[in-house]
């Protein structure tokens, strides 16, 4: 009922910058939290970047000064500005968020990932 589509990942150098988009789409009656984890070869899922519905923000340390998540609420959408990238960003990343549909509680959705290669 709910999906979350990924896009903007690819191949970069380091030093370089990225955007990410997350579209929600479906029975959608409310989104509360969205974020942005990554998971490289070998290592475990990891918070990158988490935003509120009302616009508040936290980061992973590894990120802070680097990345911005953003969000606009009318569209459904999350994004994740990439910048100054290092080879460690190298991960599938994925979008989530926890939404309502109509009728129901909060559950929280995943999108499919989407790669983000960064060269040396």
């Known amino acids: 009922q709910v999906q979350l589509v990924e896009s903007g990942g690819g191949l970069v150098q380091s030093g370089g910058s990225l955007r990410l988009s997350c579209a929600a789409s479906?029975?959608?009656?409310?989104?509360?939290?969205m974020g942005w984890y990554r998971q490289a070869p070998g290592k475990q899922r990891e918070l990158v970047a988490g935003i509120t519905k009302g616009g508040s923000t936290n980061y992973a340390d590894s990120v802070k000064g680097r990345f911005t998540i953003s969000r606009d609420n009318a569209k459904n959408l999350v994004y994740l500005q990439m910048n100054s990238l290092k080879p460690e960003d190298t991960a599938v990343y994925y979008c989530?968020?926890?939404?309502?549909?109509?009728?129901?509680?909060?559950?929280?959705?995943w999108g499919q990932g989407t790669q983000v290669t960064v060269s040396s």
């Open positions: 989530n968020a926890d939404v309502a549909t109509y009728m129901g509680p909060y559950h929280t959705y």
């Open positions: 479906g029975s959608i009656f409310s989104i509360n939290n």
